[in-house]
Every structure is written in structure tokens, then in C-alpha cells.
Nanobody, 115 residues
Framework: QVQLVESGGGLVQAGGSLRLACAAS????????MGWYRQAPGKQRELVAR???????NYADSVKGRFTIFMDNVKKSVYLQMNSLKPEDTAVYYC?????????WGQGTQVSVSS
């Protein structure tokens, strides 16, 4: 079992920055992926960015060049640095971990960007 706890959400003006953090606890297998998804009101949950423990990353086209995902392998923590935020980035952001063939979700943290 893996537990994920997010932090760092909040309200920011357009053009501003936020950093999300996700602390994981529990059992991880040697290979794992951690990432961030978001869900805006009335929309489906979508991938924002993810990172493999080897360092490989991928991003949604909508955030490329603005968001950066990075991981602390020792702490099993993942972070999302969000710059140049736009109102359309407003959503609940969820941390995700996949290891040993199972997926896990955090409780979510709200990010609101005002215009």
C-alpha cells in the first residue's frame, strides 16, 4: 500500500507561480512512476506531468515550457513547479503513484488562478 499527501495548492493571479508537493509513504517496488493529474469542474481528469524513477518525464502539451516535475527518490516525493499560470490551469490537482502494478491517488489540492 502507498499513501500520498499533497500540499502547496492555493489561489494565485495569472502569471504567478506555485509549487505542489506530494509526500509518499508505504512500499514501493524498484520501478515506479509518480505524477500529477488535474480535474477541472465538469471535465475529466487529465494527465499534467509524470516522471519515472529513472528520470524520464512527459508533460501535457498545455503545460510544456511552464511546468516542471521533479522527484526526490530518497524521500519518495514528487513536486510540480508551475510557472506562468493561466486561469485555465484552475483545477484540483491529484498526485498519482504507480508501482507493482497498482495505482494510488492522493486526496487532491485545489489550484485557482485568477485573471
Amino acid at each position: 500500500q502507498v499513501q500520498l499527501v499533497e500540499s502547496g495548492g492555493g489561489l494565485v493571479q495569472a502569471g504567478g507561480s506555485l509549487r505542489l508537493a506530494c509526500a509518499a509513504s508505504g512500499t514501493f517496488f524498484s520501478g515506479y512512476t509518480m505524477g500529477w493529474y488535474r480535474q477541472a469542474p465538469g471535465k475529466q481528469r487529465e494527465l499534467v506531468a509524470r516522471i519515472v524513477n529513472t528520470g524520464s518525464t512527459n508533460y501535457a502539451d498545455s503545460v510544456k515550457g511552464r511546468f516542471t516535475i521533479f522527484m526526490d527518490n530518497v524521500k519518495k516525493s514528487v513536486y510540480l513547479q508551475m510557472n506562468s499560470l493561466k486561469p485555465e490551469d484552475t483545477a484540483v490537482y491529484y498526485c498519482n503513484a504507480v508501482t507493482g502494478g497498482s495505482g494510488y491517488w492522493g486526496q487532491g489540492t485545489q489550484v485557482s488562478v485568477s485573471s
